[in-house]
């Protein structure tokens, strides 16, 4: 398609010019006239570049190269994998994996002030399964708080990406999806104090236990 190639010509011209985010494009036309493409072709490529987040337009004051970020095209995931016939245990399968190949690196990274929200949250987790209560909103926020320290949007996003989906299939699973087991307020409590004591090993080993709960739920999807 024409456009494919007016946006590589756009992505080189912003490259070999050294262009940083918030540096300005020159006009369409003139843009147009550099790179040698039509402006219509032009302007499909502007249009899919700010869907990617490499450009960005202000309104009334043209084009800008945008700050670099894997959000846009993450938030595009969902569509491509909440589809039929995507399986739930497939996004688990793809978390988990991240979550606990994550443990040696939170470990070694002093994430103290981190640590000791988690082990609240846990706390707090563990006083409402003796109540009976659900927390997913407190589930959720210990594990964006756990691996924010990291400072690592890649994996921030990820971290949002799955907890966004894996919900979405939930919530089309309905009854089908079995209740969690009690005491995951306790689960989660294990993995910090593996964590606090710096043992990356028993670490992953809990958070693969965590999971284990998990994967009973979604087994039963199969059996229903």
Same mark, same amino acid.
């Given at each position: 398609?024409?456009? #494919? ?18 540096? /300005?494009? =020159?006009?369409?036309? +003139?843009? @147009? ?8 072709? #032009?302007?499909? @490529?502007?249009?899919?570049?700010? &869907? ?8 009334? +004051? ?22 039929p016939g995507t399986a739930v ?14 443990? =040696? ?6 994430? !103290? ?16 399964d003796e109540r009976g209560e ?10 964006? &708080? ?5 400072? +690592?949007?890649?994996? $921030?996003?990820?971290? $949002?990406?799955?907890?966004? #989906?894996?919900?979405?299939?939930? /919530?089309? @699973?309905? !009854?089908?999806?079995?209740? =969690?087991?009690?005491? /995951? ?13 710096? !043992? ?11 999971? $284990? $709960? #998990?994967?009973?739920?979604? @087994?039963?999807?199969? !059996?229903?």
């Amino acid at each position: 398609m024409i456009y #494919l190639v007016a946006q590589r010509k756009l992505r080189d011209y912003i490259r070999e010019h050294g262009l940083a985010a918030g540096a /300005r494009l =020159p006009s369409e036309a +003139n843009l @147009a006239a550099e790179l040698g493409v039509s402006r219509i072709s #032009l302007r499909e @490529a502007t249009r899919s570049l700010q &869907t990617l987040g490499v450009i960005e337009a202000q309104h009334g +004051n043209g084009l800008f190269v945008s700050e670099f970020s894997f959000k846009p095209i993450i938030e595009q995931l969902p569509y491509g994998l909440a589809g039929p016939g995507t399986a739930v245990a497939e996004v688990l399968t793809a978390r988990e994996a991240m979550e606990a190949g994550l443990m =040696p690196a939170v470990a070694r990274a002093g994430l !103290d002030e981190e640590l000791r929200r988690c082990a609240a949250l846990a706390r707090e987790m563990i006083e409402c399964d003796e109540r009976g209560e659900d927390y997913q909103e407190l589930d959720e926020e210990f594990h964006r &708080t756990l691996y924010s320290g990291l400072r +690592n949007p890649l994996v $921030d996003n990820l971290i $949002d990406l799955f907890w966004r #989906l894996f919900g979405e299939l939930c /919530r089309e @699973a309905g !009854d089908r999806l079995a209740a =969690p087991a009690p005491h /995951r307020g306790v689960v989660h409590a294990r993995i910090i104090e593996a964590l606090m004591a710096q !043992d990356e090993e028993l670490a992953s080993r809990r958070m693969h236990e965590h999971f $284990d $709960d #998990l994967r009973r739920r979604v @087994a039963a999807l199969g !059996d229903s």
